[in-house]
């Protein structure tokens, strides 16, 4: 088996693992930590594809920033030691029934499709074209969304901390 086989075999079966731990733990802040492994495996597949920007997005973004703000709004709320309540046999049931459908619907569409190789050429990285992309707020812009993403996420966080401080 080639190392590169061995490598995505790796990492599926570190993003499956921590992905359904993240789901499943009572505890808050560890399935806050299972979701920081998701995130650094899927970086990994980045990285295995010569996708070095995107996992370095992916890396400082979501690892570094999202699970960080994540992490610290579980501590400055004092909810660090709570752990979630057992779910009730319905839900559990339900889920697991929707989480079995899901799986077989993305099966169906992943096996009707034609996977084909493409016959054009890869594309050149320039780092002036994606930082001038990143930067601007013309056509191919994205400075603009990603300044509404970060105000969104911004009073999401504070509503949260606001409703998890009202708990007290």
Known sequence: MALNVLMFYLLSA?????????ITSRRILRAAFFLLCVLVGTAGFYFMVDYQFMAGVQLVLYAGGIVVLIIFSILLTSHISYKFPQPEAGRLV????VGIGGLVLSTMAIMKYAFKATENAALKVDMNAIGTQLLGTGKNGYALPFEVISILLLAAMIGAIIIAKKGR
């Open 14 to 22: 570190v993003i499956v693992i921590f992905s359904v731990l993240t």
């Open 94 to 97: 339900m889920g697991l029934l």
